[in-house]
Antibody
């Protein structure tokens, strides 16, 4: 069974750093892209970027380029999303998701989401 | 930037047909996908490649494409269909690999 299991909720202060994770299982982790999607409170879905764990090829939405870093450790089948200096506006639910093929197709598997709250 | 435009809300009575549109300049050349998201849950794909329905999705869900607009149609709407619906596609240049529409809240009256 394919599963994407994300790390738990986080509460951080502005300016702090953060790295959240997404562990894949039940499939060949290095053969599929993993994407990250933001959903701010009461708002819609936003595609942040995507990584191919097989060779770490990474692509970002222009809206998020330079704001976050996406990485992966294929030895432990885990993808990451990290911030070096959080802002209150980073408060959101973050989902990892696996496209059914390529880096642009629909996402057939989603993690449960990680809620990030940034508040002073 | 590249945008997909959806109506913010659609309301229908049970048993009626709901149509949710999504407009974007690249849609004649790029596939569209549709997700259903219920409160507190991750999205679930209900239509892929404009009109294909995944296994397990009820037949009342269908998709179509015409020019720069794609449409999700839910025939015989049921109370359980009340949710937010998002379209997904991308631009032709590849700069915006994946873009989501703003979402449509379907209310079953």
């Amino acid at each position: 069974e394919v599963q994407l299991v994300q790390s738990g909720a986080e509460v951080k202060k502005p300016g702090e750093s953060l790295k959240i994770s997404c562990k894949g299982s039940g499939y060949s982790f290095t053969s599929y892209w993993i994407g990250w999607v933001r959903q701010m409170p009461g708002k819609g879905l936003e595609w942040m970027g995507i990584i191919y764990p097989g060779d770490s090829d990474t692509r970002y939405s222009p809206s998020f380029q330079g704001q976050v870093t996406i990485s992966a450790d294929k030895s432990i089948s885990t993808a990451y999303l990290q911030w070096s200096s959080l802002k209150a506006s980073d408060t959101a639910m973050y989902y990892c998701a696996r496209p059914v093929y390529g880096d642009y197709a629909h996402f057939d598997y989603w993690g449960q989401g990680t809620l990030v709250t940034v508040s002073s | 930037s590249y945008e997909l435009t959806q109506p913010p809300s659609v309301s229908v009575s049970p048993g009626q047909t709901a149509r949710i549109t999504c407009s974007g300049d690249a849609l004649p050349k790029q596939y569209a996908y549709w997700y259903q998201q219920k409160p507190g849950q991750a999205p679930v794909v209900v239509i892929y490649k404009d009109s294909e329905r995944p296994s397990g999705i009820p037949e009342r869900f269908s998709g179509s494409s015409s020019g720069t607009t794609v449409t999700l149609t839910i025939s015989g709407v049921q109370a359980e269909d009340e949710a937010d619906y998002y379209c997904q596609s991308g631009d032709i240049s590849g700069t915006y690999r994946v873009v989501f529409g703003g979402g449509t809240k379907l209310t079953v009256l």
